[in-house]
């Protein structure tokens, strides 16, 4: 019998991040100052982020240090397992062989730490005392409250309402790690009083509470930080495909396939960069929600990160700055735009996208949670669905890799309303069309 | 830096399971007939049991080899990690080294699944079709639910209401794996439909559950499965402590002192019995809670497993078949008495106990948390207060060894309630007295 799960000894944590920018055929455009349409600095971003993170977001160099500290932290729960989906294999009758790097496993229960410790500790050592940021399943909020807890840092989180509302446990995790949360759009900034003066029930939206979080990051004791999107996020992430690659090659298994969700594009990166390195057999899939289709229905465009306007101009593909998705259960992916860095990999064609609909994603999910025992976060189930439509159509014993980001277990409502048959299929095709007349 | 999680690899998934009974200087009473009074024979447990859980119930073999098919699930997640809690000792500034066997991985959470997938395994065997059970917090009811979509067999759940009502998440669960979930009291059986029309509003215990579970398991092709208690229960769990000695002897490690909390006693069981083997120089000691307090404030006697005494006669420490213990958070030890084995030991000074308030198990369980970064269960979080007030008082480098028996990603509500400071801390103590009056 084959091994089930693939486990690496602490001694075998990843010493180094992997960055992708110097191995690519072009580098990635520029982002644009949004007044005058110039490249950024590294100065530009000072604001927002500490040396540390700014240096990482520029970098040319292919592998970047760990640090200790940050080491230390991810010892608590890494390295993750990977796991051979036999019995999903068997379900499936297929030839080919599914393996899952299961990210469930950490503080938070999804991979949203990897990139929080070493913010946290690069902003701690920049001597920074607060951080805000802003979250949508609030996934990324707790990873981000947990990591100010272990660096002694303030925590202040803008939650998107629909999740806030949907969602009071990630709250309550938010708040035993020690942050402050808000419902966002919130009276709190100008942003989101503009907002709800206009709309009182508005539900919210990434790009909203990213507008309200930046805005939060004036005074000189404070930073910014983002859960995705960013060179330095990737950067992180990319710990994931680092102890995936390690794990495949002590079973002498190389991916014919990999396969992971997209809303910003951090967990996609996180697992596929690494194999991207090296070899351009390998094929590379996105999966993104029919709700928030960014790589397959999006415009490859300059465009704003957040809703009001706030961030640079980053060249991405983007539904509009404005558009705002339906409150889908997968509340990490509802997301306007996607990562630049990825955005740049998929026009140059390295990586495919599929875009699919939510009751297909949580019957994937379901098939997953019985035979394997590991119930997936909304998110990671559209990566789910997605394997397992190429192993249904697989003819050959064919290596698919995919990452289950995150656990479902605050998610159970989500999973009450499919078993109950009263998910929603919204189509999003006129107010993408409509916010896309709004690009910069 | 000495290590933070103590991994095995998978190849070292224990073959075996401990049993306790050849190793005590005296055996266990035996159950009785609630009718005779005379000893069980295990023809008198066939209504309710198959045949090899019979035989283990009843073994005076030391060791009994685990099924491969079970060891095949088992893979799934386990071996589960062993971690140190620098970060808490630091907080705490003791002396003490602190190791926490963490089975908050498994399918369910917690570490109910060791014994539902041998369960599920063995009725099946026998050609049951439909299994039914009770369930407090609801983690051993999906538990059961899990192993029983692993087997093919149909599984009723009946779940205390008090439980159903707080946490609607677990009931979900249950139903993912395809389970169906009664709340407890029920109108659906006859125990149900008596307690529920003397008081409509009854918030139900596992006592009562059990009653409804048992006598909806007469039909032919129906049996009933208990989470705890049973001797066939206790042994599934020691997988928990033959890792842990693996882990710990793996650096040289043994334990000074052994803490885990009690409800039925299995997870105790799991963890200690391993160690009791070894050594009369470790001290065992069981956390339970001050609100349901069966070593501490309970009588050694024969009482029934369940409310409306149905089972057979068990000697154990309990506080009388009809107490019913307050809805404090931690659902899973909200049981009257406590497995007859343990008790057992309990009686021959071979372990010792101790009775935890609510409020101070939480703020242990938040300190966890902030620094270990892991959110236990509120039963586990016993266990934590009675380390953390061990390690504190500790003058030496003291070995503790305890288990995190389940995450507490499902118990949020109850963290939010501590973190509002509304928990409530009841006193027991006169109904415990008033129920003692009615032993049979």
């Not at 990843?14 to 982002?31: A, K």
């Not at 709309?199 to 930073?223: F, H, K, M, Q, Y």
């Not at 960014?294 to 009001?308: E, I, M, P, R, V």
């Not at 997605?386 to 656990?407: M, R």
Request: glycine fraction near 6%; include cysteine.
């Amino acid at each position: 019998m084959p091994q089930t799960r693939i486990t690496l000894d602490e001694s075998r944590l990843p010493r180094r991040w992997y960055n992708i920018v110097p191995d690519l055929p072009e580098p990635p455009p520029p982002p644009l100052h949004p007044g005058t349409r110039a490249p950024l600095g590294p100065d530009d971003l000072t604001p927002l982020f500490p040396p540390d993170l700014i240096a990482q977001e520029t970098s040319s160099e292919r592998y970047m240090e760990i640090p200790e500290p940050v080491r230390d932290i991810y010892r608590l729960w890494r390295p993750t397992p990977l796991i051979r989906a036999h019995r999903l294999e068997k379900a499936l009758g297929t030839p080919a062989r599914i393996y899952v790097k299961y990210e469930g496993v950490s503080p938070v229960g999804s991979h949203k730490p990897n990139t929080a410790v070493p913010q946290a500790y690069y902003n701690a050592r920049a001597g920074v005392r607060r951080l805000t940021t802003e979250t949508g399943a609030g996934q990324w909020g707790s990873a981000l409250a947990f990591a100010c807890a272990q660096f002694d840092l303030a925590c202040d989180v803008w939650m998107v309402r629909s999740s806030y509302d949907q969602k009071p446990y990630r709250r309550t995790m938010m708040e035993l790690f020690g942050a402050k949360v808000h419902a966002s759009p919130s009276p709190e900034t100008s942003t989101g009083a503009k907002i709800l003066s206009d709309d009182p029930s508005n539900p919210g939206s990434l790009g909203i509470a990213i507008s309200e979080a930046v805005e939060s990051a004036t005074p000189s004791d404070t930073r910014y930080a983002l859960g995705s999107v960013l060179n330095h996020v990737l950067l992180h992430q990319t710990v994931i495909g680092e102890e995936a690659r390690e794990q495949l090659a002590s079973i002498n298994e190389t991916p014919d396939l990999v396969i992971a969700c997209t809303g910003g594009g951090s967990n996609f990166a996180g697992l596929a960069f690494p194999f991207l390195r090296d070899s351009r057999e390998t094929r590379f899939l996105a999966a993104e929600p029919a709700a928030c289709p960014s790589l397959t229905k999006g415009t490859y465009a300059y465009d704003y990160g957040d809703t009001a306007g706030f961030t640079p101009l980053l060249k991405m593909h983007t539904l509009g700055h404005d558009f705002i998705p339906d409150p889908i259960h997968a509340g990490g992916l509802r997301y306007h735009g996607m990562s630049p860095l990825l955005s740049h990999i998929y026009n140059l064609s390295l990586i495919e996208a599929k875009a699919i609909p939510q009751r297909e994603t949580f019957e994937a999910a379901t098939l997953f949670a019985r035979t394997e025992g590991i119930i997936p976060a909304p998110e990671p189930a559209h990566a789910l669905a997605a394997v397992i439509a190429e192993a249904k159509a697989a003819t050959t014993p064919l290596v698919i890799l995919t990452s289950v980001c995150g656990h479902g277990h605050l998610d159970l409502a989500a999973y009450e309303s499919h078993l109950h048959g009263t998910l929603a299929e919204p189509d999003p095709s006129p107010r993408i069309a409509d916010a896309l007349t709004r690009l910069p």
